[in-house]
């Protein structure tokens, strides 16, 4: 019989029985079997090897002098629940057996038992042991990586912040994450999630910037085969893959109007319909939306429909930027320190005092995660256990020359935006919505001026004929 495969030891058993014969004769099969076995002959004894060490399987006969099988079960179910309990015994009924299992015993052996199914049983034993302990890790490492652990900051804005998130986490509400750019939107998220009922179901995240209009319905909705060129086979959306979980709308101020039509539907009813199918498709999703942009802005804009806003603003939280925190900033520092030290195997544990005032001068334009990039450099570059000094980027600060062109609180690529907006919006008016006689005032194709409408929301019909 092959040993259970262990990448790091033997794994190992604790038998208990009262009987001498027994006790030896189930360590001589075990150890021959590739286990590591120990032995006690009371229950009582049992309980004093299980504070020694740890043991992945407790064989223990039912009917003992003192602290019974049944009781010894009870006993490690409460103070090493990791540990298997399988129950021997020659007095079985099926009525022990069965509250044997509902005490959390893994099997219960009725004696004599032969060699090879005892060791089936253990071996079984051992793989449900494994698959519990690696659920468990990876349970532990979500809950490092998203858990509020992550959340660092002690200022009274980021306090609001994180009890906010404790507040709305564990209902379904919808959450409205507002910020700037590399503040923390997407980890927020997952604390929400991590923090909530559904922590055991998908997270799914989509960039909705990051898609032309129609490759982003197929994307949130999904498509039937045969639905437009190219789609050779059905694909659900992320509105499927996310059923049961949570789904975070990341840059939800870049969905096109029609859009944004479709996503209102589902928010009030939870239905939609894959792109080319007829059949309407429930889901049970818990949808959070994050964005940078202004969106009581884009409302007044007419790029942002205001139905769909109010629907968005159930919940809204609001993440400061980190020149807004500067307090944070030496926390912040120690725990990033921590993770990329770990990551990449280095001997860094903190940075001096004159290097932290540094980073207390810098402006932070991309906020945490220019920090975070900051001092993983500094990191890898550290030779000793303190960080002197982290590269900075120069401030990017506007001549004066070019203060006030920009409109309040917006920045170039948004301008940029709004003026091509304007541009596409006047030309379709000038020539009454024909497509292509506008697209040859713009000096563009008709599929590119098409292409720019629904990627800046345009609908056609109400600017011309309203």
């Keep these: 019989m092959t040993p259970p495969s262990s990448p ?38 049992a309980i004093d090897e299980l504070r020694e060490r740890m043991f992945d399987i407790v064989l223990t006969d039912l009917m003992m002098p003192g602290l019974s099988g049944m009781e010894l079960l009870t006993e490690i179910q409460e103070r090493w629940p990791n540990t298997q309990v399988i129950l021997m015994t020659g007095h079985g009924t099926v009525e022990r057996a069965v509250e044997a299992m509902r005490l959390g015993a893994h099997d219960f052996i009725i004696k004599p038992v032969s060699k090879a199914e005892l060791i089936a049983i253990l071996e079984r034993a051992l793989r449900e042991k494994s698959l519990v302990d690696r659920v468990e890790h990876l349970e532990a490492e979500t809950a490092q990586r998203y858990g509020f652990e992550r959340l660092v900051g002690t200022t009274s804005t980021m306090q609001n912040v994180y009890e906010q998130v404790a507040a709305v986490a564990e209902s379904d509400a919808l959450v409205l994450l507002t910020g700037p750019t590399g503040t923390g939107k997407e980890l927020l998220a997952h604390a929400i999630h991590y923090r909530s009922q559904r922590r055991n179901s998908n997270f799914v995240q989509v960039n909705c910037g990051a898609l032309p209009s129609g490759l982003l319905e197929s994307e949130l909705f999904g498509h039937e085969k045969g639905a437009f060129t190219g789609a050779v086979r059905q694909h659900k959306g992320k509105f499927e893959q996310a059923d049961g979980g949570t789904l975070l709308l990341d840059e939800i101020g870049e969905i096109p109007v029609e859009t944004q039509v479709k996503l209102l539907r589902i928010l009030e009813s939870g239905r939609f319909q894959r792109l080319g199918g007829t059949r309407p498709i429930q889901t049970d999703v818990r949808v959070i939306a994050a964005t940078n942009k202004d969106l009581r802005a884009a409302v007044r804009s007419g790029e942002f429909r205001k139905d769909f806003y109010y629907r968005l603003d159930v919940f809204r939280i609001q993440i400061p930027p980190l020149r807004d925190r500067l307090p944070d900033i030496p926390l912040l520092v120690d725990h990033f320190i921590r993770v990329y030290a770990e990551q990449h195997r280095k001997t860094a544990t903190s940075a001096s005092t004159s290097a932290v005032e540094a980073l207390l001068e810098h402006n932070w334009p991309g906020n945490v995660r220019e920090l975070e990039h900051v001092v993983e450099r500094a990191v890898i570059l550290c030779t000793g256990k303190t960080i002197e000094r982290f590269s900075l980027s120069e401030p990017v600060d506007a001549p004066d020359e070019i203060e006030g062109l920009l409109p309040p609180g917006m920045n170039i690529q948004e301008a940029l935006r709004e003026k091509e907006r304007d541009l596409v919006i006047t030309a379709l008016r000038l020539e009454n919505g024909v ?3 506008a697209a040859r005032r713009l000096g563009v194709s008709r599929a590119n001026l098409n292409y720019r409408i629904q990627k800046l929301g345009i609908v056609v019909k109400d600017i011309v004929y309203k």
């Design 8 to 45: 790091a030891r033997q794994p190992t058993v604790l038998v208990v029985d009262d009987e001498p014969a027994v006790r030896s004769a189930l360590n001589i099969n075990l150890t021959k079997a590739g286990w590591t076995v120990h032995l006690a002959e009371t229950g009582e004894a």
């Design 435 to 437: 497509q292509a006689r």
